[in-house]
C-alpha cells in the first residue's frame, strides 16, 4: 500500500496534465467499480482519510467520492501497476458506485442496486490471497514460517491440526448456542466462533497445499454437488 509518504520509487509517473487514472475495484470479490483519475492531492487525501478522494477534471477540483450521494469508498489498498502510471484502489464501497444507482459504472442502465436489491457478498476472494501466501511458504519454507513449519512435520502435523481446530470450532459454536439461549450478549462468542473457524480454514488450506491439491479441487467438487 502506498504511504503518506511514498518513496520515491513508489511515487506514480504522473502524466503531463499531473494525473494518473484509477481503477477502484471491489475488496469483497474483485468487481471493477469505477475508472477515475487521481492527482498528488487526491492520493494524499485517499490515503490520510482513509475514503477515496479523485481529480475532478471537468471542475478541476479535489473530489471526495460520495460527499453528496453519502456513496463513499473506504480505502482498503492502494497499489501502483508495473509502469507507475496507473493506481489500482481497493475499496469497501458504501451503496452504488455510479450516480445513476448501479453497482459499477460497467453495469447496464437499470441493473439492481440499493435497496431495492442489495448486492451482499462475503469477501471469499480475499482467500486467494491467503492460498497464494501459503503456496509461496510450500515453495520456499522460510526459517521461522509457522506454515512451513506446518509442512515439515507433514500430514501428521497439518491433520493433528485440523483436527485440533474442528473441535474448536463445535466448542466455541456450543458456547454460541448457550449464550442465545441464556439472552446474553453474543459479541464474544460470535467472535470466538469466528475465530477458530478461520484458524480451522487457514489450516485445511496448509493440509491441502502438503498434499499439493490446489483449493480449486475443493471448489469444483462443491459446484458439482450445487448444481447436481
Known amino acids: 500500500m502506498i504511504s503518506s509518504s511514498p518513496r520515491r520509487r513508489d511515487e506514480p509517473n504522473w502524466g503531463p496534465d499531473g494525473l494518473v487514472p484509477a481503477v477502484v475495484q471491489d475488496a469483497a470479490d474483485g468487481r471493477v467499480l469505477m475508472l477515475a483519475w487521481m492527482d498528488a492531492e ?16 471537468s471542475r478541476d477540483q479535489l473530489w471526495r467520492k460520495g460527499e453528496t450521494s453519502g456513496h463513499i469508498l473506504r480505502l482498503r489498498d492502494l497499489v501502483l501497476d508495473c509502469d507507475a502510471d496507473a493506481l489500482l484502489v481497493t475499496v469497501e464501497p458504501v451503496g452504488p458506485t455510479c450516480h445513476r444507482g448501479t453497482r459499477s459504472c460497467f453495469d447496464a442502465e437499470g441493473s439492481p442496486m440499493g435497496d431495492e436489491a442489495p448486492i451482499t457478498t462475503e469477501g471469499f476472494a480475499w482467500l486467494e490471497t491467503l492460498w497464494a501466501t501459503i503456496a509461496s511458504r510450500a515453495a520456499m519454507r522460510p526459517q521461522g514460517s509457522y506454515t512451513a513449519s506446518l ?55 496448509v493440509l491441502l497445499a502438503g498434499r499439493d491439491v490446489a483449493p480449486s479441487a475443493v471448489m469444483d467438487v462443491l459446484r458439482a454437488r450445487h448444481t447436481g
Open 151 to 205: 509442512l515439515d512435520g507433514g500430514i501428521n502435523a497439518t491433520g493433528r491440526k485440523v483436527t485440533e481446530e474442528a473441535t474448536e470450532v463445535l466448542l466455541a459454536a456450543k458456547d454460541d448456542e448457550v449464550a442465545e439461549a441464556s439472552g446474553e450478549d453474543r459479541s464474544a462468542t460470535r467472535d470466538a466462533l469466528a475465530g477458530e473457524v478461520a484458524d480451522l480454514l487457514y489450516h485445511a488450506l
Open 42 to 57: 487526491a492520493l494524499r487525501a485517499t490515503v490520510e482519510t482513509g475514503e477515496v478522494h479523485f481529480h475532478s477534471r
